[in-house]
């Protein structure tokens, strides 16, 4: 606990040098930004921005994007609250309650307490990131190519499982993801695999291309001739401080809503959205009125809005403490950590300790930005929601355009981008989900790595997976999600929100 | 409706089906090895394989109409939306040949007029403004190399 401090200590030294604290600042801002923006959300922004950070050092950079995640939750309330339009998939249950408070005229309550209540989850998820992340990691020290690979496996059945439709279809979506991820040339013959004489699919697909096709492009061509006019409820503002009485009815969802969020962020897979849900629905059943939820009660804001900010400190360890990303955002970041020529995993607290506590205790300085920064400029977050949305949506396309094409300096790249935003667009027609194929499509070499290696290990035995302890609990309930299904419908996705 | 929905599932399942099959005839040309020595395509075989047995799942599924599996959606306008992917690929053809900042005026000055219907002086008016303050803001202050092309911007 003492050594902890001590690093934090030294974390805190980290962020605050000027540079770092220019860059968080940039970081939870464009966060906010493209959380109150329907259209672009945090993933693609990251994607975006990855060129831009080639010339700063990994920390700097690393504490930018973590601030577009948790800066993207903050803001992604505001539309909600005030638009009924989920800024991010993660804010969608805030409309139920946000809206109908902001048509009582209790709009600056309800951004109020989304606001606290996400700094106080926020606060509180760094400190478990603090205790668990190097736990998990000195844990993780124990696991070989079986374990890592029963873990990807458990990761990806975790995410069809939470599928909002169809199990089935979103397996078939990590599949290809796994397919598409190995395109390039084999990791140890050196055979191009599937790159159809294409030189540039030698290096395989670039994780950027897909990700601005697939939730940027994908996102504007959707609502081509749709969107055309955002109508924002309220004009002015008031009584951004909750009242004793809001505090009062908020306190226990707060604290239920960041240990629901961080827990289940902590899960693979689980990401942001899903616990939302279930703090809202866990709310509505303590609640002595159920029936005010849905018509303007304070707790449907304080729960999901503190839920979504804790579930994306809990997404942070799995990935800094195994190198395993959690969701589509958080594969970027891993992604973003090997152009930097660092390795993800239980090594990386120990061999870069400037970065790990250097981003945490960022994220803490980030979130207290946010608190201060963001209730004062709702009015201008409200007034960047008026622009229309066909000029947003052209500046989208080529914002993307330039991500795709500036990480390899590569029109290749955005004939890429092109092609999965169309694929994105015929994905969403016939109900397939992104989310699985993203995460599979960065787990799929190391995957395959893992499973190559496993198998060198026990001499072609696949019974390796399950005869060390680890990996056998991994596959066991990776099994356990996969057959439950078949037993009834008792399927956390099922009965989400059709919005994605 | 629901029968619309059962062919387009349907349709979607025997894509990927083909999909699954093509990847482990790929794969077994590449060489799919053995367990204890795996080859270049191991991977995609089984990946494949696996593809094709869910596909049919799905499509069992479908048939059943066990699956309400197509997301009604608004109203697309598929001819905008070609047009848009035809000027996005002909961006990509036109960026390294013309210049980033001619090939994004063009582009951006025929989403605004053309697509969503702004008029053509100020359509015109924030594809400059767009295409001379993105070139400011990647290729100057970011140091993101944009392509130069004929020009030379």
Redesign the interface.
């Known amino acids: 606990m003492l050594e902890s401090l001590t690093s934090l200590i030294y974390g805190f030294n980290i962020a605050l040098q000027p540079q770092n604290l220019l860059y968080c600042f940039i970081g939870v801002t464009m966060g906010t930004l493209v959380g109150v923006l329907p259209g672009i959300g945090p993933t693609a922004t990251i994607a975006l921005l990855l060129?831009?950070t080639f010339?700063l050092n990994p920390i700097s950079a690393i504490i930018m994007l973590s601030g577009i995640c948790y800066g993207a939750m903050y803001g992604g309330s505001t539309t909600s609250i005030l638009l009924n339009i989920p800024g991010e998939a993660s804010s969608v249950v805030t409309c139920f309650d946000g809206y109908q408070m902001a048509r009582q005229g209790r709009a600056g309550a309800a951004l109020g307490i989304s606001a606290f209540g996400s700094f106080i989850a926020g606060t509180f998820s760094i400190f478990g990131l603090i205790l668990l992340a190097p736990t998990l990691a000195n844990f993780a020290l124990r696991f070989g190519p079986p374990e890592y690979f029963a873990l990807m496996v458990m990761g990806l059945t975790v995410v069809a499982y939470l599928a909002r439709?169809?199990m089935?279809?979103a397996?078939?979506m990590a599949?290809?993801g796994?397919?598409l991820g190995?395109i390039g040339l084999?990791p140890?013959?050196a055979?191009p695999?599937?790159t159809f004489g294409i030189l540039e699919l030698a290096d395989g697909i670039g994780i950027a291309p897909v990700v601005m096709g697939l939730f940027g492009?994908t996102e504007?061509?959707?609502n081509?001739?749709?969107l055309t006019k955002t109508e924002v409820f309220a004009e002015k503002i008031k009584g951004l401080f909750p009242t004793r009485e809001d505090w009062k009815r908020s306190v226990g969802p707060i604290a239920r809503g960041s240990l629901l969020g961080f827990f289940l962020g902590l899960l693979p897979g689980v990401g942001a959205i899903v616990p939302q849900f279930l703090s809202y629905a866990l709310e509505k059943k303590l609640s002595r009125h159920p029936e005010r939820f849905g018509n303007g009660a304070i707790e449907g804001v304080a729960s999901p809005e503190a839920c979504n900010n804790a579930a994306v400190g809990g997404t942070f360890i799995p990935l800094l403490s195994l190198g395993i990303p959690s969701t589509a955002m958080t594969a970027i970041l891993l992604g973003a950590l090997m152009i930097y020529g660092l390795t993800p995993g239980p090594l990386l607290i120990k061999n870069s300790p400037d970065l790990f506590w250097g981003v945490i205790a960022s994220m803490y300085i980030g979130n207290l930005m946010l608190l201060i920064l963001n209730l004062p400029l709702i009015p201008l977050w409200v007034r960047v929601l008026k622009i229309p949305y066909?000029?947003l949506?052209?500046?989208i396309?080529?914002?993307c355009?330039?991500g795709a094409?500036?990480l390899n300096?590569s029109?290749t790249d955005?004939?890429v981008a092109?092609v999965f935003?169309?694929v994105g667009?015929l994905m969403?027609?016939?109900?397939?989900e992104p989310a699985p194929l993203v995460l599979a499509f960065v787990l799929?070499p190391l995957?395959?790595t893992a499973?190559?290696r496993s198998?060198i290990l026990s001499?072609?035995?696949?019974l390796i997976f399950l005869q060390r302890p680890i990996s056998a609990v991994f596959i066991l309930f990776s099994i356990v999600v996969l057959v439950v299904p078949l037993f009834g419908q008792i399927r956390l996705g099922r009965g989400l929100s059709?919005e994605d | 409706m629901r029968r619309t929905r059962t062919i387009?599932?349907s349709v979607?399942a025997l894509f990927?089906v083909a999909?699954g099959l093509l990847?482990c005839y790929?794969a077994s040309r590449?060489?799919v090895g053995?367990?204890?020595?795996?080859?270049?395509?191991?991977?995609?075989f089984w990946?494949?394989l696996?593809?094709v047995i869910?596909?049919l799942?799905?499509l069992a599924?479908a048939i059943r109409s066990a699956?309400?599996?197509?997301?009604e959606?608004?109203?697309?306008?598929w001819a905008?939306?070609a047009l848009?992917?035809l000027a996005?690929?002909l961006?990509?053809?036109f960026?390294?040949r013309l210049g980033f900042v001619l090939t994004?005026f063009v582009?951006?000055s025929f989403?605004?007029g053309c697509?969503?219907?702004?008029n053509w002086v100020r359509s015109a008016g924030?594809a400059a403004a767009?295409a001379l303050a993105?070139y400011a803001i990647?290729e100057l202050w970011?140091?993101?190399?944009?392509?130069k092309g004929l020009f030379g911007f």
């Open positions: 060129p831009a010339s439709k169809s089935a279809k397996l078939m599949v290809v796994i397919l190995c084999d140890i013959t055979t695999r599937f492009i504007v061509l959707e081509l001739g749709v066909s000029y949506s052209c500046f396309i080529l914002f355009l330039i094409y500036s300096n029109t955005i004939y092109v935003s169309f667009l969403k027609k016939f109900a397939f799929g995957l395959e499973l190559r198998l001499d072609g035995s696949v059709e | 387009a599932t979607s990927w999909v990847t790929g590449l060489g053995s367990v204890t020595e795996p080859g270049a395509g191991f991977i995609f990946s494949g696996i593809l869910l596909s799942i799905v599924d699956e309400d599996a197509v997301r959606m608004g109203k697309m306008n905008k939306i848009v992917l996005l690929l961006y990509a053809f960026l390294e994004t582009l951006m989403l605004l697509i969503e219907g702004t924030v767009a993105s990647f970011l140091k993101i190399r944009l392509p």
